[in-house]
């Protein structure tokens, strides 16, 4: 594959995990449309970086680490946003986690983080 087929292979990646993400959600599977949520903004990052790097992406889950290395211009807010939807990967993976996290993830919760990744998915595209 050359480098715009990879590209547009993540972008493509990350719109049908934001798809399952909407279809989770109305199905009332909060925790895991947040987790495709998280899934979402990682590829979308991912072709970012292939785009500004040219390089294979790595295999990591980091949010903020892979748009650092993507060399995207993050803001403070930006930073804690992209931690803060990390962590629905790592609290929807870990059973010790798992548990407390779907405590969180009401209608109300849910609603706000998956408004919060789209916005996150459509600065992330300006960056293609």
Not at 13 to 42: I, M, P, T
Not at 77 to 97: G, S, V
Request: charged content about 30%; proline content about 2%; hydrophobic content about 40%.
């Amino acid at each position: 594959m050359n480098q715009k087929e990879i590209i547009d292979f993540w972008a493509s990646e990350a719109e049908e995990s934001l798809r399952v993400a909407r279809h989770l959600f109305e199905k009332k599977d909060y925790s895991y449309a947040l987790f495709f949520g998280h899934l979402a903004v990682e590829k979308i990052i991912k072709a970012v970086l292939v785009k500004n790097t040219n390089q294979q992406v790595p295999r990591s889950h980091n949010l903020l680490r892979l748009a650092q290395e993507a060399h995207i211009e993050i803001t403070e807010e930006q930073k804690h946003i992209l931690i803060r939807i990390t962590a629905f990967n790592l609290e929807f993976r870990y059973p010790d986690y798992k548990k407390e996290f779907r405590k969180k993830c009401t209608l109300q919760f849910t609603a706000m983080e998956l408004k919060k990744i789209k916005e996150v998915v459509t600065w992330l595209k300006s960056n293609l």
